[in-house]
């Protein structure tokens, strides 16, 4: 491929309405124009992009025994009837009528179709398991479509639909696409991380998502520095505490006027903020359903779990109190709070790490007042309950008990789900089972944002100076760039010697013979991402060198040729 | 790949909703799925071919300059409005209103957003010509969606959009494509003709159709035996005839009284039906815009073209005239009707040939009677007009002069056409010219009904069994069929070996493992159409021999293996 008969078009102008680096430098590459609100057409450079993640997906679903298929973007009312998504789905539903009045969406996601198209296809016990994908093109009416390809409303997906007869089937194909995905992003070059995105973690609706890592990232992730384990730190649970220490201090009421926050507690008193607890007074309700005071307890360097804390007894609707009801309760204001001695009856919801305390610091349920040196048992009855309720941190033992938790960002790029028989049943599915009686088969689906993945990409991969593809996504590996193109004519030679032995050694390699001057045409490989650059001048040829740099090496090295060759071929 | 995991569906029974035999075949192989009316979920069968025919067009398309891109499906209405076609387009644009309520459109095409592309693309004449094409799906509301994917609403197109400074370079371009086109459907396997799709055939607005030929095509074409010359028969020019013939007959009048066609009258006289003249009689209008009555006058075995008598100065909009009208000016039933000696004034258009007639027959103007011998300025004036206003038949010479017509039936799947600067004027789309001035660049765009194709296809490669594909579409070239896998492991192990063995020879083959009989696994392999198949069984084993059939051939061959092998390398 030559350049000078490519479509390149990039532009030094970082976009006004551009917002995350991805979407910036896509534009300023020229990989994408926007047609309308969250709808982009793939420039041909962009396109180099987006099927060489398409490709790397496809061989990697059939390798993994998924049969590739395609279903329409255009779905009938109908099929969302009947598992009552045509109303439940909601405004991201792009409803279109045709010229005859009839109701159809555009697929936002096909387990309506995949499953019409099964239960017409699939009879036996016999033809299970199978497992259907497709690489196409969905559309969701998205109320804020923003960051470019990351959130757009056309875009295109890989969706996977197995069939089994029964559960553990499904398990074995979840496995296997679970490491199917673990094989697809690392052949993509691509840092990631899969997370439980669901608590149920072993049996039951598993679910994983797969984040590409990047600090632009909208979730945070917490993973183990010593093993597969990463959850969303919402949902990932902190590791048990050691037993609990014994009690070395007297308790004892401290003078904390104006503290009204551990911190400020911990550095007036001059100890860790690891020793004091954080008192959160909430309102849930009793077994017969009449509002319960409770006050949930945590360490102060820690954060109370939201999510955690309303799966507990009684708090599935928990709000926080008001300071009329801490009053009645603790007679007391916010900041000098504690579960010792109560003014009315309450529930104490002690975190794991707050149970395994001694000589710890609390409110004194009396403005301008703490008490330290407090110990369970001895200065207030155990806790009613105890539980995890905290957000993971950074250096948490990891509850897989190996390593310790690391926190980072991720982009959500993949998603494996155990479906179980939700959409068969609503439709009506069934197959013959070995003894001829009709069976619900159980459906796992599986997904991949393959536009999404090459803005991910670069969220990832990235300099002030533009994108660093990784090889196996890169518009081309490598660019041969040739100064003064117009000059000496042994210069376009070897240029064009070197492109078709590099092509011949299976690099996907492009010629850079605009005649653009050398800063203007460095700047242009280096915005656009190419990993490697060879440049060819008369200079060289007379030394016998040629230039090579890697997109992410500082300098240039003049190397022989099958060196620099071998740099490339090296990836 | 082992049928055993693949996901083959196929039934015997036809159905009943299926018209054309492409659809019954892509129904029976289980090819695709209806999911609504002209709307179709492509199996893995099906998908199999059409992403080879996907494969050739592309990279055919990439070898011809062109540069992929990906355009939307969703289309904003505004761009629609700057051409006028958001009105103009009719039923067939499916009107979508978001969110926001505002409107789109489902692409059925891309002139608009091909055009916006560009003009924010290209700038200079430098960046011209460039060829933009994508393979992309697309979307018709066709009031009478049929054919299965032959008519679908929703489908794969590959559409292509060229840019250029002149008409000159337009149409070298246009050459380009016209050449590309022909390579694609020979690669393809496929019978086909270009035929000229408007009448102004060199320069102006040139556009050309390309059809596979197959009986159930819609069109009819003509085509020449001895070179490219083809045209849609209502648009073929009939070719010149030879020099009139000189009188050798006296006039007389004949009793027809119940022959009142050209054929009964022949039969009667004894005579060839060329022999004879037909008189249709219709209105038009005079200079003046008055009414005028006509007689159209087309050999005995010639068919009135209505196109080309309607380009005709006066009859522009004619139509049929009423047995009023022509007892006026004729006094005759039709049946009896002539130009000799009408009652009142009428104009006589005379097709070529039937002016180049001598000693012909035509009737008298009296009911029961014709004229015999009546010759051209002896009997009657010459014709006021003499122009082509007839069909061409099968045997007429070639309108170029090389090779006389034969007629066929084709199923149009490309077209491409020279637009120039229509959609780029209407989008006030320029590019500065070498002297720095804003110039409109002119346009081609060219289209390839990608999914159509494998319809086409099977219409023109099919028998009583099933599809007959040729190799390069085929689902896979080769099926190796094992007979009873479950009985002696020698014929598993010799039966994976050979599909290695063709794998390694570039080969795209399968090995049907199912464990199906002999008559039932035959049938299927043949159903969908397999173009070879090599039966591997113990008794072949035993005998050193491999059964090799070609899917056109009558009778099954014992061969060894490597000829076995040959057959299939051979295509």
Not at 138 to 154: L, Q, S
Not at 190 to 214: C, N, P, Q, W, Y
Not at 248 to 261: I, S
Not at 482 to 496: C, D, L, R, T
Request: hydrophobic residues 40%; proline residues 5%.
């Amino acid at each position: 491929m030559r350049l000078s008969q490519f479509h390149l078009h990039t532009t030094k102008e970082t976009p006004a309405d551009a917002e995350v680096v991805s979407h910036q430098l896509m534009l300023r590459a020229g990989m994408i124009r926007k047609l309308a609100a969250g709808v982009y057409t793939w420039s041909p450079l962009g396109l180099r992009v987006l099927r060489k993640v398409e490709r790397v997906v496809r061989e990697e679903m059939t390798n993994a025994g998924a049969i590739e298929v395609l279903m329409p973007s255009i779905q009938p009312r109908e099929l969302w009837e009947e598992t009552g998504r045509w109303e439940k789905f909601g405004g991201q539903l792009l409803k279109i009528k045709d010229r005859k009045d009839s109701w159809y969406a555009y697929g936002p996601t096909h387990e309506e179709v995949v499953t019409d198209f099964a239960r017409q296809e699939l009879s036996s016990y016999k033809q299970l398991p199978v497992n259907f994908f497709q690489i196409q093109t969905k559309f969701r009416d998205e109320i804020r479509p923003r960051f470019g390809v990351m959130r757009a409303r056309e875009f295109l997906m890989k969706d996977a639909y197995s069939f089994h007869a029964n559960e553990d089937d499904l398990g074995r194909e979840y496995r296997n696409m679970y490491d199917t995905y673990g094989r697809i992003f690392t052949r993509l070059g691509l840092k990631f991380r899969a997370v439980v995105a669901d608590t149920g973690a072993i049996g039951g609706a598993m679910s994983h998502e797969f984040h590409v890592l990047a600090d632009s990232g909208e979730d945070a992730l917490a993973f183990s520095t010593g093993s597969d384990y990463a959850a969303n730190v919402e949902r990932a649970e902190a590791a048990a505490p050691g037993p609990r220490g014994a009690a070395t201090e007297a308790m004892r009421k401290v003078d904390t006027p104006t503290q009204k926050t551990c911190e400020d507690v911990a550095a007036l008193l001059g100890i860790p903020l690891s020793r004091t607890v954080k008192s959160v007074a909430v309102i849930g309700v009793d077994p017969e359903n009449n509002p319960r005071f409770v006050l949930a307890l945590v360490r102060g360097d820690h954060a109370v779990n939201e999510i955690k804390l309303a799966k507990l007894p009684g708090l599935t609707e928990y709000r926080l109190a008001t300071e009329d009801e801490i009053r009645e309760h603790l007679d007391a204001s916010p900041g000098f709070l504690g579960p010792i001695a109560p003014a009315k009856s309450i529930l104490i919801v002690a975190d794991r790490d707050v149970a395994a305390m001694a000589d710890f610091v609390v409110g004194a349920n009396e403005d301008g007042f703490h008490i330290a040196g407090v110990n369970w048992g001895r200065d207030l009855p155990e806790p009613d309950l105890v539980a995890d309720i905290r957000n993971v941190v950074e250096g948490d033992a990891s509850p897989d008990g190996q390593g310790t938790l690391g926190i980072a960002r991720g982009i959500e790029v993949g998603h494996v789900f155990q479906l179980g028989g939700k959409y068969a049943q609503a439709m009506g599915m069934t197959v013959l089972d070995e003894n001829g009686r009709a069976a619900t088969p159980v459906m796992g689906c599986y997904g991949i944002g393959v536009s999404r993945i090459v803005a991910a990409a670069i969220e990832q991969n990235h300099d002030a100076n533009g994108i660093i593809w990784p090889d196996a996504i890169a518009p081309w590996q490598v660019a041969v760039c040739v100064i003064n193109p117009k000059g000496v004519e042994a210069v376009n030679e070897a240029a064009q010697a070197l492109l078709r032995d590099l092509i011949a050694a299976g690099v996907d390699a492009v010629l850079d013979d605009r005649g653009l001057r050398p800063g203007a045409m460095f700047a242009d490989i280096e915005l656009i991402g190419i990993p490697h650059r060879i440049v060819v001048s008369e200079r060289g040829l007379q030394a016998g060198t040629f230039e090579y740099r890697h997109r992410r090496a500082s300098e240039a090295e003049q190397l022989d040729r099958d060196t620099a060759i071998s740099r490339v071929t090296a990836g």
